[in-house]
């Protein structure tokens, strides 16, 4: 079993949707929690970082569940522009600290 | 300012090249890293630097020489490499390896390896 996985989609949406993006990690141990977007050809870059409590950066919403191992990620009134790759990003520590990606979900917002 | 920046963007080079992939950050970050990025896949963790000491070597080829020569710098050094390293390398930084600290990304330098 992958430590963190995702839907690979692709998702196409049209513009104005909402779409959710989950990701399942396997180490309890985990401890930190992100969702990096990564467009074609480019580097990743950080989106948001997800809290216990939930959070929210305009039309994205980010959850944790620690209980189930599962965050999530929500996109309100999807733009052309969030067309890319969502990379679920877990941080946990074995002695020292590693981030661990997922396989990402590919997003197509469509005209 | 949140810029890492790495050099060359792309590299050519034949399996018996000797080349040196750069990345510099000037964030005053204490912790550096190396990915390697193959199409359609999640970047994969190289090495991780952390004060200038290694501390992460996710069993990488020694054809793979990471070099930190100060707090903004790091070096990937590369030799005798096989055409399945073609890929993208990815450089990263944060304040420091710990909780919640989060990782700032390079542009990448595309590699082939013919």
């Known amino acids: 079993r992958k430590e963190v996985e995702q839907d690979p989609g692709p998702f196409n949406v049209p513009e104005g949707a909402t779409v959710a993006f989950n990701c399942t990690y396997s180490n309890s141990a985990s401890q930190s929690f992100f969702w990096y977007r990564q467009d074609c050809r480019k580097e990743p870059k950080l989106l948001m970082s997800?809290?216990?409590s939930g959070n929210e950066d305009g039309r994205f919403t980010a959850q944790l569940n620690r209980a189930s191992q599962y965050i999530s990620l929500l996109i309100r009134d999807s733009k052309l522009s969030d067309s890319a790759t969502y990379l679920c990003v877990v941080l946990f520590s074995s002695g020292t600290y590693k981030y661990i990606f997922g396989t990402g979900t590919r997003l197509k917002v469509l005209a | 300012d949140t810029e890492v920046t790495q050099t060359p963007k792309h590299l050519v080079m034949g399996m018996t090249n000797k080349k040196s992939l750069k990345c510099e950050q000037h964030?005053?970050?204490?912790?550096m890293y190396w990915y390697k990025q193959k199409a359609k896949k999640p970047p994969e963790l190289m090495f991780v630097y952390s004060y200038e000491k290694l501390s992460i070597n996710e069993s990488v080829p020694s054809r793979f020489s990471p070099e930190c020569p100060n707090s903004s710098l790091l070096n990937l050094h590369l030799h005798a490499l096989q055409p399945e390293d073609s890929a993208l390398y990815l450089c990263?930084?944060?304040?420091?390896?710990?909780?919640?600290?989060?990782?700032?990304f390079g542009p990448g330098t595309r590699l082939l390896v013919l």
């Open positions: 990263a930084s944060s304040q420091t390896s710990g909780l919640q600290e989060t990782q700032y």
């Open positions: 964030m005053g970050h204490r912790a």
């Open positions: 997800v809290y216990s």
